[in-house]
């Protein structure tokens, strides 16, 4: 991306210069961000110009009013004010059509006194404009400056006898001078009559002073009234009622809806006795439809009086000017730097520094993107400066979108100051607004605006957390991913909370507690879940009721032979989870693809050294009872523990768990900070889940290295997606791989002879993890044709694919979907 080269259309293009936006100023040719709309608004005032070019406020009855207020809407930080001060200081520094225009300025109602009425603000304007003038003309008795200065005070003082009939200027008729005779013959009927031709005399006192000052025309331009709503309507009062002459060319900046609220607003209250009276407070709906279509008829009347439709600029996100009229933007750093760099080019990068690299990704990133307001692409595109020299990092990151995740109550600080922690507040906020079914991949394609800046900002945070905490990819993996498929399969929120809180998922615990705590409480809901995404093995041959049964092994027999190492026992009883009824001598006993997955995340989460992690696989391998929930007794989650290893006896000279451990240390500290995105993940976690209930294996071995051969398919199609912007990627097969291995081989055989082996890191890196290796076919390295995935050393000391095969796999129901 290299901006030095990039050919430019001097007519179409824009250059933003971030250091010079961070303020409203005007624009010039070549900086205007909304250029065609700049054009448009140019020529409305050029036409009304034309137009009243021979109007005169001479005659003395007030015939014609004129509403030609050209509005300019659009969101907060779109750019409503700079547009504005562009258009003025055009104008301020040119003349049209051989017409002169006196520019008044922007007025900002929330810098005005709560007191202080924008007409007289309005008028005093005029006259200090006026009265600079005729200072500088001298003020000698006989001069003719002298006698404009006079005509133009009697003018102001004519003006001045109608003000008492505005809102909050003067007292009103109910004052005590309107009880004395006197005054109402001399004075009051002088003062109604001033109030009744005060627009005309505006208008008179306009002429006079376009005249003086040598002027065809007041330019004058509100910005933004609509955010104090209090101070916006008497503004839009004023330009309805005294605004009306040709010779004020008047510009208004707001959001329409905004106006359209604050008209409704003053509406509602004049009809609030009415409510009161006959449709008793609001309770009788058929008045209060009536009500409403009054309101929605005198709503749309005023905007299309005072705001005229064909006098309306809209301003356009970027996104919509590069659809619509096929501009392009371009970004530089400051006015004086000679690089320049294409705005979606500049977006891309960032994304990418990111980990985004899918291009349909990418692609609805942009899209959200260049659809925010300027204001906060710019703050974007400015703190990035800073992310890309190493300046910020945690919460400066998602500066831009702090406040809605603030305002959505995400709880930021526990991402920042507690990393493996990062994915609790993620899974909290997608299940207090109902959104982890269609916004798990925290994606910005919701139609609510605070969602897409939420998930934009989790993502960003994410993906910067794991850098330095792998242990996160697992943990949204299940967390997250799973527990997404789970609220699918069963299409019930009320399990989806139960589970939650059940199996602690909005509490750091562990990850392979938090997987059998959320099968006890699944198990519990049969009529709704059928959990065949575990594999449901026969029990213990300690507790089969049955006795020894010579045509069936169960998985502590297999594991009890000769020759098995203790890497062997412990990598066999890993996945190994039992549910036992409360208060019955019932349990079931499963096999789980994410009990594997969790055990592969914890060890992550505490890989410092190989005593800890030696400590880690020595839980992980103990047989966990979990209790099934049941209404009628009491279960405390956890029931029973039986340890495997109790009974092992000697090893001798078993040295294969000092291996595993040392294999498992260099596993991890082989990841280096890479990332890979929450959208890829999710699609990892939903492929696995939807083929496991797929898969026809009878025997466990079988089973579960489909389970694997699933999983690491699964990463393969993702992490290919993620590399096609970039590389020359041959198409993969996207099928699941559900009874054989051949898919997985022949996509991966496909990635090595494009060249891409070292690209594909999260499935390499996965693949190779000695827990998940344990479980290959041992002829996986003869029909694998590739060099991507390197072997274990001691494949064969912790190889459990050829004792699983000897267990068999019971039978599961299938519950109908709901």
């Given at each position: ?160 006898q109608g003000l008492p009939s ?47 000052l040598g002027k065809d025309y ?532 496909k990635i090595s002879d494009a ?64």
């Amino acid at each position: 991306m290299n901006g030095e080269h990039i050919n430019r259309d001097a007519g179409n293009d824009i250059v933003i210069v971030l250091n010079d936006s961070t303020y409203a100023h005007a624009f010039g040719e070549g900086n205007r961000i909304h250029q065609h709309e700049y054009e448009r608004a140019i020529r409305l005032i050029d036409g009304q110009i034309t137009m009243f070019a021979a109007y005169s406020a001479k005659a003395s009855v007030l015939h014609d009013r004129f509403h030609n207020t050209i509005s300019v809407f659009g969101g907060r930080g779109t750019g409503k004010t700079s547009f504005l001060h562009s258009i003025l200081d055009h104008y301020d520094q040119l003349n049209v059509t051989g017409k002169s225009i006196e520019v008044l300025g922007i007025i900002d109602p929330t810098i005005l006194e709560e007191k202080g009425h924008i007409f007289l603000y309005i008028v005093s304007l005029i006259n200090k404009r006026v009265c600079k003038v005729l200072d500088a003309k001298g003020c000698s008795p006989t001069s003719e400056a002298f006698m404009v200065r006079k005509d133009w005070e009697t003018a102001l003082s004519k003006l001045a006898q109608g003000l008492p009939s505005l809102d909050a200027v003067g007292s009103d008729y109910r004052n005590a001078s309107w009880q004395d005779d006197d005054f109402i013959m001399e004075k009051g009927l002088e003062q109604v009559d001033a109030a009744l031709n005060l627009e005309l005399s505006f208008h008179r006192l306009v002429d006079k002073a376009l005249h003086i000052l040598g002027k065809d025309y007041f330019m004058l331009a509100f910005d933004d009234i609509d955010v104090d709503m209090k101070k916006g309507w008497p503004i839009l009062e004023c330009i309805r009622k005294y605004l009306t002459t040709p010779r004020i060319i008047t510009l208004l900046s707001g959001n329409l809806r905004f106006y359209s609220n604050n008209i409704r607003i003053q509406q509602w209250r004049q009809l609030d006795l009415l409510i009161k009276y006959e449709a008793d407070g609001g309770s009788d709906k058929f008045m209060m439809g009536k009500f409403n279509a009054q309101v929605n008829e005198i709503e749309g009347q005023y905007l299309i009086k005072v705001l005229k439709a064909e006098n309306r600029i809209h301003l356009h996100s970027l996104h919509e000017a590069i659809q619509t009229y096929n501009r392009r933007y371009f970004v530089k750093y400051t006015e004086g730097t000679e690089r320049i760099f294409a705005l979606e080019d500049k977006y891309t990068d960032l994304l990418n520094r990111r980990g985004i690299e899918n291009v349909s990704s990418v692609e609805i990133f942009l899209k959200y993107m260049l659809g925010l307001s300027l204001r906060t692409q710019i703050n974007i595109l400015r703190n990035d400066i800073h992310e890309s020299t190493g300046e910020a990092h945690g919460i400066a990151s998602v500066d831009t979108f702090l406040s809605r995740m603030y305002a959505a109550k995400i709880d930021i600080d526990l991402m920042i100051n507690n990393p493996w922690m990062c994915n609790i507040p993620i899974l909290d906020y997608l299940v207090r607004y109902n959104i982890l079914n269609n916004s798990y991949l925290l994606l910005p394609t919701d139609d609510n605006e605070g969602i897409n800046a939420c998930v934009t900002g989790l993502t960003f945070l994410f993906m910067e957390k794991q850098r330095c905490v792998p242990y996160l990819i697992f943990d949204y993996m299940l967390r997250i991913g799973y527990v997404r498929n789970v609220l699918l399969a069963s299409n019930s929120n009320d399990i989806l909370s139960g589970m939650c809180s059940y199996a602690g998922a909005f509490q750091d615990v562990s990850l392979k507690n938090f997987v059998g705590m959320s099968m006890g409480y699944l198990a519990s809901h049969k009529e709704y879940y059928d959990m065949k995404e575990h594999a449901l093995v026969y029990g213990l041959s300690a507790y089969a009721r049955e006795g020894h049964r010579e045509d069936l092994v169960r998985i502590d027999d297999a594991f009890s032979a000769d020759g098995v190492t203790a890497a062997q026992k412990t990598i066999g009883f890993i996945p190994l989870c039992a549910l036992k009824y409360s208060g019955k001598n019932e349990s079931r006993l499963y096999y789980s693809i994410f009990n594997l997955l969790a055990a592969i995340g914890q060890v992550l989460k505490v890989a410092s050294g190989r005593d800890t992690i030696r400590t880690e696989l020595d839980k992980m391998q103990l047989l966990r009872y979990y209790s099934i929930l049941d209404s009628n007794a009491k279960a405390s989650g956890l029931e029973d523990v039986f340890n495997f290893s109790e009974n092992n006896g000697d090893d001798g000279d078993d040295n294969s768990m000092d291996n595993l451990v040392s294999s498992l240390e260099a596993w991890a500290h082989r990841f280096e900070g890479q990332t890979i995105p929450p959208y890829a993940l999710g699609r990892i976690v939903s492929r696995l889940y939807s083929t496991t209930s797929q898969i026809r294996a009878r025997n466990l071995g079988a089973k579960m290295y489909q389970y694997t051969v699933t999983l690491l398919n699964a990463c393969l199609i993702e992490e290919a997606l993620e590399l096609q912007g970039e590389h020359d990627v041959p198409r993969l097969n996207n099928s699941n791989a559900t009874n054989s291995d051949r898919i997985f081989l022949n996509n991966l055989g496909k990635i090595s002879d494009a060249g891409l082996g070292d690209r594909i890191w999260f499935t390499k890196w996965l693949a190779e993890c000695p827990l998940i290796q344990a479980f290959f076919d041992a002829n996986f390295w003869e029909r694998n044709r590739t060099c991507i995935i390197e072997r274990n050393g001691h494949f064969e000391e912790i190889s459990v694919y050829e004792i699983l095969d000897r267990v068999g796999t019971r039978p599961q129901r299938t519950i109908q979907t709901r």
